[in-house]
C-alpha cells in the first residue's frame, strides 16, 4: 500500500498488531510509510550538509524507524495525522542525536568542515541554523527543533508536515479539513514563534 493511500483505519490495525508483537505487521507498517519517511530524511539532511558528511539517508531512516517502532509500543495514534506528527518527532530526535554526536566538543565533526548548501526557493520562512564546529550554532540548531516541539499542538503539526514531510500547504488543509487560509495563519505564527526563539538564543 502506498503512503498516499494510508487511511487511519488500515494504521490502527497495523499499530495493534505492531503492539501485540506482530513482526508481520511491523514490516508491512513500514512499507506503506517508508516511502513518506525516506523522503523526510532525505529532505532533512539537504538542509544540513554538515550532518550529511557523516550519515547517509538510509542511516538516519533507519534509526528513525527504530525510535518510532518503539515509541508505538506506547502510544496508539488517533489518526494517520497523528501518525506522521510523531514520525516527525522521532525525526527531530534522531537529528538532534546526529548534530550532537557529530559536532559536540568531541565529536567527529568538530575539526572537520563542509561547504553549505544552496538555498532554493522552497525553503521555510525560518531555516534552522546550520549545526557547524562552533557550539554555539550547534545550540541554535538544536533549539529550532526544540522549539518546534513546544509548540502549541495545531502550529506543530502544520510546521511537522510542511517542514519535516515536504507537504504543500493546500494538502494539509485537506487533511486537516480547514481552509488554506487558516494553515498559512498557524504556519506564520509558529514562524514568528521559532524567529523569536532563536533570536533570544543568539542574544542570550
Known amino acids: 500500500m502506498a503512503d498516499s493511500s494510508l487511511h487511519t483505519t488500515q494504521l490502527h490495525a497495523w499499530v495493534d498488531r505492531v503492539r501485540a508483537g506482530d513482526l508481520a505487521a511491523r514490516d508491512e507498517l513500514l512499507r506503506g510509510v517508508g516511502g513518506r519517511l525516506e523522503r523526510l530524511a532525505r529532505k532533512m539532511l539537504k538542509s544540513y550538509p554538515t550532518v550529511r558528511r557523516w550519515a547517509e539517508t538510509g542511516d538516519v531512516l533507519q534509526n528513525a524507524q ?11 495514534p488517533d489518526s494517520v495525522r497523528g501518525f506522521f506528527g510523531l514520525a516527525a518527532e522521532q525525526m527531530r530526535r534522531e537529528l538532534l542525536d546526529l548534530a550532537r554526536h557529530f559536532h559536540g566538543p568531541m565529536g567527529v565533526g568538530a575539526n572537520h568542515s563542509s561547504q553549505a548548501a544552496a538555498r532554493d526557493g ?14 554555539d550554532d550547534l545550540e541554535r540548531w538544536a533549539a529550532f527543533h526544540e522549539g518546534v516541539a513546544a509548540l502549541p499542538v495545531e502550529e506543530r503539526e502544520v510546521v511537522g508536515l510542511i517542514f519535516y514531510h515536504g507537504w504543500k500547504q493546500a494538502e494539509v488543509a485537506d487533511l486537516f479539513q480547514v481552509t488554506v487560509r487558516t494553515v498559512q495563519r498557524r504556519w506564520q505564527s509558529a514562524m514568528g514563534t521559532l524567529h523569536q526563539r532563536l533570536n533570544s538564543e543568539r542574544h542570550s
Open 66 to 76: 527504530l525510535r518510532l517502532l518503539r515509541s508505538l509500543r506506547d502510544v496508539r
Open 122 to 135: 522552497r525553503a521555510p520562512v525560518v531555516d534552522p541554523p546550520d549545526a557547524r564546529t562552533d557550539p
